[in-house]
């Protein structure tokens, strides 16, 4: 096994630029890690659009296989509690930034990043819903932690994007009323179909710094002013779950919506998610979002079809989860 060759998608750096490109590679090439996993879904999400396209700082070591979570089946494991043949996912702990990662047949990782596949869910379901899926259900966890107020509406933010989609699903499915904030009117359709009860557009950047009350809770996956303008519309004890910053970085905002009306400002960060605490997440997952929501909010692609789309990602022209078959090299 360890002289095998396998495929991957490659990032260098020439001049500045970011080259991406399939290369063969030899297992032994991997880095160092106690499980080696042959992969069999990955995933795009947005930090890997950045990666690709060179318009984020998210990789400082070259070469670099991006992808920042995939699952597949154990090949080969010196840890505990993995064998030969174990269904495995990862998300998150520097993978694909750090660390090669799973846009490639193959990687080598610490057995301790990996999460044993949820019974209910096989490695395209899981990987349809990935880090950003992960991360909708932090977030979600976050909310009801802090309380939702019943009867009243909870906002998600980038709504058709992975997060978003995800966001909506479940948000839906425990019974909430949803309403979606999107700058895709064309995307309606299908976030009424996840289970939006109604759909908006983008969120003004111009207001006062307090709106009326709406949001009980909001997911925000995209930051900025959009982050500035939920917290506006907050109601009084209502919690905002931000984890995106698809909009931008800077965070413009008041103190009244946290000393007038209480309002809980959630940070959420899925990355160094602690171990232990993972499979619970993922079990709840797999109980809460139906198969046929997961299908719906997927689409699949080739390896080699990568590079292309990381580059509508992070235009924001990317609908849902895009899940990766890199068997199709
Ligand atoms: P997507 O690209 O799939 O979705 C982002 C969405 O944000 C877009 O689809 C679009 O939604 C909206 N959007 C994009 N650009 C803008 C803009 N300029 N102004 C307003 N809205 C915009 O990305 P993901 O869902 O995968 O990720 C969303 C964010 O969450 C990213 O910033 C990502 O880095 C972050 N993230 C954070 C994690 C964490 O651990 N904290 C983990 C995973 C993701 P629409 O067209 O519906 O308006």
């Known amino acids: 096994m360890a002289n095998d060759s396998f495929k991957a998608l490659v990032l ?6 970011i080259d991406a490109a399939i290369q063969e590679l030899a297992t032994s090439a991997l880095p160092a890690g106690d499980v080696l996993v042959d992969i069999v879904y990955s995933t795009l999400n947005y930090k890997d659009g950045l990666a690709i396209t060179g318009r984020g700082k998210i990789i400082r070591q070259f070469p670099m296989v991006p992808g920042i979570d995939f699952a597949g089946t154990v090949a080969e494991s010196q840890h505990p509690d993995y064998q ?15 660390h090669w990662g799973g846009l490639a047949q193959r990687a080598r990782v610490k057995g301790d990043w ?5 019974a209910g869910l096989d490695a395209r379901s899981a990987m349809a819903v990935g880090t950003a899926g992960f991360t909708a259900m932090l977030c979600v966890l976050a909310l009801e932690q802090h309380g939702l107020a019943p009867g009243r509406e909870l906002l998600v933010t980038g709504a ?14 425990a019974g909430h009323t949803v309403v979606a904030s999107t700058g895709r009117a064309d995307e309606a359709d299908y976030l009424r179909e996840l289970g939006a009860a ?20 909001v997911v925000d996956t995209v930051g900025g002013t959009t982050l500035a303008a939920a917290l506006r ?3 009084t004890g209502g919690s905002v779950a931000a984890c995106g910053n698809a909009g931008g970085i800077e965070l413009n905002t008041t103190v009244f919506p946290f000393i007038l009306r209480g309002v809980n400002l959630l940070g959420i960060e899925s990355v160094h998610y602690p171990r232990a605490a993972r499979p619970a997440v993922w079990a709840r997952i ?8 997961r299908e719906r909010m997927a689409q699949g692609i080739a390896l080699r079809d990568v590079p292309a789309y990381a580059a509508q990602i992070v235009d924001g022209k990317v609908r849902g ?3 990766v078959d890199v068997g199709q090299a």
């Open 321 to 323: 989860r895009v899940v």
């Open 114 to 118: 990996l999460v044993p596949l949820p």
């Open 84 to 98: 030969p043949g174990d269904a495995v996912l990862l998300t998150g702990w520097g993978v694909g930034e750090r």
């Open 286 to 293: 797999a109980r809460d979002l139906p198969a046929n929501t």
């Open 12 to 17: 260098e750096q020439r001049d500045g630029r």
């Open 160 to 173: 058709a994007g992975g997060v978003g989609s995800v966001a909506v699903a479940l948000l839906a499915q």
């Open 233 to 235: 519309s907050t109601v």
């Open 198 to 217: 109604e759909v908006i557009g983008r969120l003004l950047a111009e207001g006062r710094p307090l709106e009326s009350e709406r949001w009980a809770g």
